[in-house]
């Protein structure tokens, strides 16, 4: 768990063998046997183009490691054929030092993902991998997928984007998604690592725990679960709640659930059964 300083600070969750960085391990390093067959196939299926979740190179998709670190899909890459080369593992304390530093440029972070030159090719992690180790800096997620679904940043991209997601239009969405979070948009890179950061910890203080999805406005949605058919189910849902309140509001406006109907609905065993096991794959 992570505690708050006298100064604002996080605390890891982490265990001190687990934020130690290994001897002589830069911040990002390029190391294919860490690309697990469930990663892969999860950058696989979001980027399958058929879903337009994603195409060319878009979106991103990582796994957290025993020992803290975190595989994240390298720059460029195009997730539906992605291979194991095309991921980096970086540590999350330094890219989280580089968010809450006054001073980190955009160039601080762009060198900081760099994992070196191999078989010819440049490899660096996603300049989107803020969003990754923010989330595994206030509590472990085993998976984290970001991707841009049409749908979705369709609303994103509208006058009713901050306000959208903010009830529940439907109850099998709530069941799936959880309450999500909005991140107004900033640019990818240093600026939205740190709106992101401060927005996730505005939610954690609140609620205790991260949320599932996470929406960027003009941008896309991060989906974050235990298991990567938490990532697909929790990615689907935003699509299909973001065609929900579109057709909603062209026939009128979106009629949302109460709250009252809500909380009730969340107090069921039943629910809260089936939040469990769709959040863990089973
Ligand atoms: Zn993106």
New binding site residues.
């Given amino acids: 768990m992570v505690r708050v300083t006298a100064t604002g600070a996080y605390l890891s969750w982490r265990t001190p063998e687990m934020t130690s960085p290994r001897p002589d391990s830069p911040g990002a390093v390029w190391d294919p046997s860490q690309v697990s067959d469930e990663l892969l196939t999860l950058t696989h299926s979001l980027g399958d183009t058929r879903r337009d979740l994603v195409i060319l190179a878009?979106?991103?998709t990582s796994a957290l490691l025993p020992d803290g670190r975190v595989v994240v899909k390298a720059s460029g890459s195009n997730m539906a054929s992605a291979t194991r080369e095309d991921f980096v593992v970086v540590d999350v304390p330094p890219l989280i030092d580089l968010i809450t530093s006054q001073e980190a440029t955009q160039q601080d972070l762009t060198e900081a993902l760099v994992a070196g030159e191999h078989e010819g090719r440049l490899r660096r992690a996603s300049i989107?991998t803020l969003v990754h180790v923010a989330v595994q800096h206030f509590a472990p997620a085993a998976y984290v997928g970001?991707?841009?679904p049409t749908t979705v940043v369709g609303l994103l991209a509208s006058v009713h984007a901050e306000t959208a997601f903010e009830k529940f239009v439907y109850s099998d969405e709530a069941v799936v998604i959880g309450r999500p979070l909005f991140v107004p948009y900033a640019q990818?890179g240093i600026d939205l690592g740190r709106v992101f950061f401060h927005q996730l910890r505005r939610y954690f203080e609140q609620h205790g725990e991260l949320p599932s999805l996470i929406l960027?406005g003009n941008?896309?949605i991060v989906a974050v679960a235990p298991s990567p058919q938490g990532v697909e189910g929790i990615s689907a849902m935003s699509v299909k709640g973001a065609a929900v309140r579109i057709a909603a509001y062209s026939a009128g406006g979106a009629a949302p659930l109460s709250d009252e109907s809500i909380t009730k609905f969340f107090a069921r065993d039943d629910i809260a059964e089936r939040r469990h096991n769709l959040a863990s794959g089973s």
Avoid: S
């Fill in positions: 878009e979106g991103n989107e970001h991707t841009h990818p960027l941008h896309g």
